[in-house]
């Protein structure tokens, strides 16, 4: 079967804050000089918002810029950031640590981004632009020159084995003079586009951190609308890097998560576990008893900062937001990033497709004005201080308040980063460690938690995790490295089984929240997440 076509001026790949930021600009400027200029989003989710999750405190820099009558249009930002708490956690103990200067919060909102995302989307339709949620890029389109000629979406309807079955659909091919990529952290198709456009040459490698996030609904006397704390240390130890985060939302609700870099090296560490072990210290418990939770859900964030921006653009298209990697780590915020990266795209690629009719060129310009921008400046200053945590939890803490008091984020050199897989050490060389029991009341198993991302994927179709070679996970993971994937995915969707004919690695692919661990962590890079079946995933309310 032919795929069909469909025609557009620019098609924007994934529907967060930088692809909506980048359509609604673009349209803004069409209507503005009064020009035709057709702007698609696809989305993988099957709604716009159900594969966001963030903390968050949201600034409101980029959006005041993008849509200055927010408040009017009525912007779910209903929370004012408070007071900021900064804590450090011994296994019984709290102690209040000056709050960094990167981490108040003054004129920001504590906001659920999902949230966020389907109001803009709302504005960016108002504008004039074509969403189209529950459909996965699953491919780069190439004109004869080698210039990206937009993306087609996955088949519908293939067996396991990826043969068309009785209800096959073909995807849809949708064809564009520019293609921005905004799929967020470790975008898939951005993968191969680094590849195939040679776009890391000469940056750092990118370095991850995975979140785990849930939201509960607490006992009113334990709230206080606007309180923002963040924790350092227990339950990690000195050498990983990560904190967790609790937010006070309206209507009695608190946002609470864990980060974990990773590159932390003991594969018996397990993300999930120590954010439930968190949730047990002293200060922490008492906000959570004799409340609900209500959601949970976990997704990667890009933590490399300004020295792991690749080259941004090549012909035919560019990249945007968290898969280029506008995270601002020390501030834990890439919401105003992404947007602001998205919108100064759009100016970009308006002007590229204004001055020629023709596709595939390259626009330059992006990168030139982004430089020029405050999202520029404000990663250029703290670029140091991700990779200063290489020296432990004090030495990271006691360089940043070097670099951010002393030398002002001006120093004249630049420290590195190393990809997050080859961190993983050995199992033999690492203690195992002991994680105490889920008690049902404040801390939970994998699966139940699970239940609560709304996870649905439809049954019969070709795994999205796939091993590049099958042997591997036992032959080497399991054996050198103890089957970290068992531990590091936050759904459980990798198992050990025991079997007659020796361990088998199981994949659960149904229960996989997207998050791209096992795509950075696994050590032997074997695993590539690819996109399933459009609208497959999770299915987040408002996280
Ligand atoms: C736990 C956690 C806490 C955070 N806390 C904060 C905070 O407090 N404040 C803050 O400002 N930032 C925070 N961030 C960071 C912030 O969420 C991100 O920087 C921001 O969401 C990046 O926006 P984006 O548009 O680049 O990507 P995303 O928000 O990831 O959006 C990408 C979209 O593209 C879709 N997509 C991906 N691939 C495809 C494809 N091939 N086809 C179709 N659709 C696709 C995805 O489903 C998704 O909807 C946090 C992040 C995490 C994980
Ligand atoms: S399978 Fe991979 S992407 Fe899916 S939830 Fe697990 S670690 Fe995340």
């Not at 949970?296 to 890009?302: D, E, K, P, Q, V």
Request: overall charge negative.
């Amino acid at each position: 079967m032919t795929r069909e076509s469909m025609e557009y001026d620019v098609v924007i790949v994934g529907g967060g804050p930088s692809g909506l930021a980048a359509a609604t600009r673009l349209r803004q400027l069409a209507l503005a000089e009064e020009r035709e200029l057709s702007v698609c989003v696809i989305e993988k989710g099957s709604e716009i918002g159900a594969h966001i999750l963030s903390g968050a405190v949201f600034e409101p820099r980029a959006l005041n810029e993008l849509l200055p009558d927010w408040k009017e249009r009525g912007a779910p930002l209903n929370t004012p950031a408070g007071e900021d708490r900064f804590l450090y956690l011994t296994e019984r103990k709290a102690f209040k640590l000056p709050t960094p200067p990167q981490m108040h919060n003054a004129g920001n909102y504590i906001i659920s981004l999902g949230n966020l995302c389907r109001w803009l989307g709302e504005q960016a339709e108002a504008l004039g632009v074509e969403i189209y949620p529950g459909f996965a890029a699953a491919e780069v389109l190439y004109d004869e020159a080698g210039a990206v000629k937009g993306v087609a979406t996955g088949d519908m309807g293939l067996e396991k084995d990826g043969r068309p079955g009785p209800n096959h659909q073909p995807g849809v091919e949708l064809h564009a003079r520019q293609t921005i990529f905004a799929e967020g952290c470790r975008g898939s198709l951005t993968k191969g586009l680094f590849q195939r456009f040679r776009l890391r040459e000469g940056v750092d490698p990118q370095t991850y951190g995975l979140g785990i996030k849930e939201l509960w609904e607490i006992d009113p006397a334990q709230h206080q609308a606007g309180l923002v704390v963040h924790t350092v240390g227990w339950p990690l130890d000195q050498s990983a890097y990560g904190g967790s985060f609790l937010y006070h939302l309206e209507n009695n609700q608190v946002a609470v998560g864990f980060v974990v870099g990773l590159d932390y090296r003991n594969p018996h560490l397990s993300p999930y576990e120590e954010f439930q072990r968190f949730k047990q210290h002293p200060s922490i418990r008492p906000t959570f008893e004799g409340g609900r939770r209500i959601a949970y859900g976990a997704r990667a964030l890009s933590e490399g900062g300004l020295q792991s921006i690749p080259r941004l653009t090549f012909p035919g298209g560019l990249l945007v937001g968290d898969t280029a990697g506008f995270l601002n780590v020390p501030k834990i915020k890439g919401s105003h990033t992404a947007m602001k990266s998205g919108m100064t795209a759009a100016e970009a690629v308006f002007e590229l497709l204004t001055a020629s009719e023709t596709g595939g060129r390259e626009a330059l310009s992006y990168t030139q004005k982004l430089r020029a921008t405050w999202l520029w400046e404000e990663l250029n200053r703290v670029r140091n201080i991700r990779p200063s945590f290489r020296w432990g939890l004090w030495g990271g803490m006691a360089y940043s308040a070097l670099d951010t008091f002393v030398l002002r984020g001006k120093a004249p050199w630049t420290l590195n980063h190393h990809e997050d897989h080859r961190a993983l050490g050995k199992a033999a060389d690492f203690p195992k460690i002991d994680y105490p029991r889920p008690d049902g009341v404040v801390s939970f198993d994998r699966l139940s938690s699970v239940f609560l991302s709304n996870t649905n994927h439809e049954d019969g179709q070709p795994s999205h995790l796939r091993l590049k070679d099958p042997a591997t996970p036992i032959r080497i993971n399991l054996a050198e490295y103890d089957a970290p994937e068992q531990r590091y995915c936050p759904a459980g969707v990798y198992e050990i089984v025991a079997e007659s004919t020796g361990p088998r690695l199981q994949i659960n692919a149904q229960n996989c929240v997207h998050c791209k661990t096992c795509d950075i962590k696994d050590p032997t890079q074997n695993i590539d997440w690819v996109v399933p079946e459009g609208g497959g995933g999770p299915n987040y309310p408002n996280m």
